[in-house]
């Protein structure tokens, strides 16, 4: 959705070309159901001098494609506050109804966390899909691993946040990380 915020020449090409395609195409379908079906060929007409200007001219393209990412970049923030809220306000709500509860215990010793330990599953089955893999093993998606951990853990549950984590890893916005993205924590 959001394109490289330092284009080369030919990405702004791409742009522009599928651009100029789209922009023909609506003008070309507004035509034949508004005017007629003849009228329809001056879509053909409107692609041809829109991508000849990007063609001709690449510099001309630079302000479009600035407009696309922060128009981009406004729709991503706000599709993921979306979907976001309905993890947290819906979903998450319907868990607990459900019975499952969050469950903190009292601090002891030199902890400080209210979190108690996972007892679920040995340490081993839960694979970090951003380290290295043991050898013999092979590197699985992290959907494989979640929808396995809730498999063996019996949290089928948690397969219903499938969509909303795909959605949000789709309306990513940061371009370059020092860690990889596709890392949630689920309690």
Known sequence: MILPSSPNRLWLLSFWLAISLLVGIAVGIVLWVLASPAWSGLGVILTATLAMTGL???????????????????????????????????????????????????????????????????????????????????????IYTLVSWAVKSRNLWACCLLPFLILLRALETEEKRNFPSNIYTLY
């Not at 001219?57 to 991503?76: C, F």
């Not at 215990?105 to 902890?111: K, M, N, Y």
């Not at 400080?112 to 893999?133: C, I, N, Q």
């Open 56 to 142: 001709l001219r690449p510099k001309v393209v630079t302000r479009p494609y600035e407009l696309w990412n922060k128009l981009a970049g406004s729709y991503t923030r706000f599709a993921r506050l979306w979907v976001a809220r309905t993890c947290f306000y819906i979903i998450f709500v319907a868990v607990g109804w459900t019975g499952a509860a969050l469950r903190l215990t009292h601090p002891s010793g030199d902890t400080k966390s209210f979190w108690m330990p996972r007892d679920t599953l040995p340490p081993e089955a839960y694979v970090h899909g951003h380290k290295k893999t043991p050898e013999g093993l092979t590197q699985r998606s992290w």
